[in-house]
């Protein structure tokens, strides 16, 4: 299995704002996603986390890095612990998660 690799939410910024071709997704629910998120993740709750089924709705390629937040971390390295055991080499966690985004004053949205 593979290891399970961290980075900062100012580095995942700063990824994303360099490449359109960032795999980056965001495991909250559907509700903590609307009321505070950033748009450069897609939402894909841990509840229903299929690693096949998000490598097949998103043609990922296992040896391709992939990231992952949440509120606070716990549920993105869950996560990313699925991903590996699935076979993706690179699973990076976004530490301090969403909690992390907003003291760092990153942008977000809100659906209210």
């Known amino acids: 299995m593979s290891e399970i690799k961290e980075i900062s939410v100012r580095d995942i910024y ?18 903590e996603y609307a009321a505070i998120r950033t748009d450069l993740a897609r939402n894909i709750p841990l509840s229903s986390f299929d690693p096949a089924a998000v490598q097949q709705q998103f043609k990922l390629d296992p040896s391709a890095p992939v990231y992952l937040v949440c509120r606070s971390g716990k549920r993105s390295y869950t996560a990313c612990q699925k991903l590996a055991a699935h076979g993706f080499a690179e699973t990076y966690n976004v530490v301090g998660g969403m909690l992390a985004w907003e003291e760092e004053d990153l942008p977000i949205s809100s659906d209210e």
């Open 14 to 31: 700063d990824l994303c704002a360099s490449s359109a071709a960032v795999n980056f997704f965001d495991v909250r629910e559907p509700n």
